[in-house]
């Protein structure tokens, strides 16, 4: 069987390495406006100056299967949709898409086409998260009401260059629009989808008169199909180290959840508590990486989580099948947190949240 071909767009490399040492795959091409990040990349995956492209319409025609998206968000649904247009399966690094209407363009895209599309949300292949993942789906913990997600990333640096002052694009991003690290993994585990988003948070004291980016912090509440409730806390300025992911989630027979001190040693201590099986709740290490995982996974980055996620993809394009976090579940990690920032910015309303199939 003759080996995928795949073109990289974007800077960070770390899904580019993952299919340069995949045996079904092959990098044939990359792709970034940046001569000097497309030359270090060239030299990192041993590829030709041929290979290299600063435009994406150039780059787009040469002959490949896969097309994987790393560029800023703004980007992502345009490049994506020509990519598919053009006959090339994508997988697109979080968010789908900045706006709506893009990631309901996307999802007709992807249904005219036939071609395969995978969001890149890592988080969901987190060592622990997978655990998490089959206690549900085993009946552990019962029917799932409530859980909450929080993603504490100070990163200032990438608003605004401390070295030249010049506003970069993440200036205008809201905090919960980049809620998919955190709302992404719930929503896999339930198996659901957000129906109705309400949110709060407008004010800039860290960092203010920059824009909607430097929001101090904001919080949104979801609705899902299901009828649980959803609690996403996002921000991306704040006065707090180490950065952290942090899940909880509560069912009618237990809970669980990891802790807030970040990953030490790719571990989250936290607990669980399942009703018949423990009299108190009981500490876990939750871990980052999966421990039986060869060593060639960690070569993507974020624990063994784009391993997995890439070979998924690589398999649903082989066997023909849907990829496990495909268009419509790509924009239903996404779309919420676009709604939600709407419903803060119009006083902390309630707002529907639309689903596209």
């Known amino acids: 069987m003759r080996r995928l071909k795949v073109g990289h767009v974007g800077g960070r490399t770390g899904y580019a390495h993952l299919f340069n040492i995949h045996p079904g795959t092959e990098l044939v091409a990359i792709c970034d406006i940046d001569r000097g990040a497309l030359e270090r990349s060239r030299r990192t995956l041993g590829l030709k100056s041929s290979q290299c492209f600063q435009n994406y319409d150039d780059f787009l025609k040469v002959d490949m299967d896969i097309v994987v998206i790393g560029t800023p968000i703004p980007f992502h649904a345009e490049q994506s949709i020509k990519a598919l247009e053009s006959g090339k399966h994508v997988l697109s690094e979080v968010t789908a898409a900045n706006t709506v209407e893009d990631c309901e363009r996307l999802v007709r895209t992807v249904k005219k086409t036939g071609m395969k599309y995978m969001l890149a949300e890592n988080m969901c292949y987190?060592?622990?998260?997978?655990?998490?993942?089959?206690?549900?789906?085993?009946?552990?913990?019962?029917?799932?009401?409530?859980?909450?997600?929080?993603?504490?990333?100070?990163?200032?640096?990438?608003?605004?260059?401390?070295?030249?002052?010049?506003?970069?694009?993440?200036?205008?991003?809201?905090?919960?629009?980049?809620?998919?690290?955190?709302?992404?993994?719930?929503?896999?585990?339930?198996?659901?989808?957000?129906?109705?988003?309400?949110?709060?948070?407008?004010?800039?004291?860290?960092?203010?008169?920059?824009?909607?980016?430097?929001?101090?912090?904001?919080?949104?509440?979801?609705?899902?199909?299901?009828?649980?409730?959803?609690?996403?806390?996002?921000?991306?300025?704040?006065?707090?180290?180490?950065?952290?992911?942090?899940?909880?989630?509560?069912?009618?027979?237990?809970?669980?959840?990891?802790?807030?001190?970040?990953?030490?040693?790719?571990?989250?201590?936290?607990?669980l508590y399942i009703e018949g099986e423990d009299e108190v709740a009981r500490e876990v290490d939750w871990q980052l990486s999966d421990p039986n995982a060869p060593e060639e996974a960690r070569r993507g980055g974020h624990g063994t989580s784009e391993y997995y996620l890439v070979r998924d993809f690589i398999d649903s394009i082989v066997n023909d099948t849907k990829p496990p976090i495909d268009v419509v579940r790509g924009v239903d990690m996404t779309i919420p947190g676009l709604i939600a920032h709407e419903a803060a910015m119009k006083g902390n309303v309630w707002l529907d949240v639309p689903h596209f199939e």
């Open 126 to 271: 987190v060592h622990f998260i997978r655990e998490w993942t089959q206690m549900i789906r085993e009946g552990r913990l019962g029917k799932i009401y409530y859980a909450e997600g929080e993603y504490v990333h100070q990163i200032r640096h990438l608003i605004r260059n401390p070295e030249t002052g010049q506003l970069l694009w993440r200036a205008n991003r809201p905090p919960i629009h980049y809620c998919s690290h955190s709302l992404g993994p719930l929503l896999m585990m339930l198996d659901d989808y957000v129906v109705k988003a309400t949110a709060s948070g407008r004010e800039a004291n860290i960092m203010p008169g920059v824009g909607v980016g430097t929001i101090d912090m904001q919080v949104a509440i979801f609705e899902t199909r299901r009828g649980a409730t959803i609690k996403i806390l996002r921000s991306q300025v704040v006065a707090r180290e180490p950065p952290f992911h942090f899940y909880t989630i509560y069912g009618t027979k237990g809970c669980v959840e990891n802790g807030r001190l970040g990953f030490r040693d790719g571990v989250s201590k936290g607990i």
